[in-house]
């Protein structure tokens, strides 16, 4: 059975710091891309971050440039989010995601594995 399990969430303050932590099990991800995904309450999942199979090749969506760092283990099957600089607008559960492609894909659809999410929330 594949497994996707998030770590990390909590309640921090704005301006604080967050690292999460997506294990994988059941099969390994090391030739897969992985994307952390983020739903705040009322609206869409959206796509925070992506990388490559190698780490060769990242993305990461506009509101984050700067502040999130996404990298990954393929010996331990995990990838990881470091937040930095935390903002109220940062609150939602994030999801970790796996796609078929080793290549960084942008379309949520196109993402077979899913976790069951971790809630961040940030406060002012």
């Known amino acids: 059975q594949v497994q996707l399990v998030e770590s990390g969430g909590g309640l921090v303050q704005a301006g604080g710091s967050l690292r999460l932590s997506c294990a994988a099990s059941?099969?390994?991800?090391?030739?897969?891309?992985m994307g952390w995904f983020r739903q705040a309450p009322g609206e869409e999942r959206v796509l925070v971050s992506v990388?490559?199979?190698?780490?060769?090749?990242?993305y990461y969506a506009e509101s984050v440039k700067g502040r999130f760092t996404i990298s990954r283990d393929n010996a331990k099957n995990t990838v990881y989010l470091q937040m930095n600089s935390l903002k109220p607008e940062d609150t939602a559960v994030y999801y970790c995601?796996?796609?078929?492609?080793?290549?960084?894909?942008?379309?949520?659809?196109?993402?077979?594995?899913w976790g069951q999410g971790t809630q961040v929330t940030v406060s002012s």
């Open positions: 995601a796996a796609t078929k492609y080793s290549y960084i894909q942008i379309l949520r659809s196109l993402y077979d594995y």
């Open positions: 990388i490559s199979w190698n780490g060769d090749s990242i």
């Open positions: 059941g099969r390994t991800f090391s030739n897969n891309a």
